[in-house]
């Protein structure tokens, strides 16, 4: 099992940039699927962007070039860096870890909003 937990949320203005963090306690972080989600009010919940066990990488399209992702298995962390944020980014941002042995892991969620 793994524990996400999310944390680098905030208020921020337009064209702005955050940094997210994940700290995933348990074992075999190195054998998850990672990625972040989002949720903004009356809506459903939409995948951000995943990076694979493998190191392989997807990003949702509306926030492709604008959004990184990277994962550090040695420290069990993943991290999410935004640039150039605009109002439509606002939303719960989530942390998941998904194998298809180990199961299905979501932390928290940590708000992002983006306005002047």
């Known amino acids: 099992q793994v524990h996400p937990v999310e944390s680098g949320g905030g208020l921020v203005q337009p064209g702005g940039s955050l940094r997210l963090s994940c700290a995933a306690s348990?074992?075999?972080?190195?054998?998850?699927?990672m990625g972040w989600y989002r949720q903004a009010p009356g809506k459903q919940r939409d995948l951000v962007a995943v990076?694979?066990?493998?190191?392989?990488?997807s990003y949702a399209a509306s926030v492709k070039d604008r959004f990184t992702i990277s994962r550090d298995n040695a420290k069990n962390m993943l991290y999410l860096q935004m640039n150039t944020l605009k109002p439509e980014d606002t939303a719960v941002y989530y942390c998941?870890?998904?194998?298809?042995?180990?199961?299905?892991?979501w932390g928290q969620g940590t708000q992002v909003t983006v306005s002047s």
């Open positions: 998941n870890a998904w194998n298809i042995d180990h199961g299905d892991y």
């Open positions: 348990g074992s075999d972080f190195n054998l998850y699927t």
């Open positions: 990076i694979t066990n493998g190191g392989s990488i």
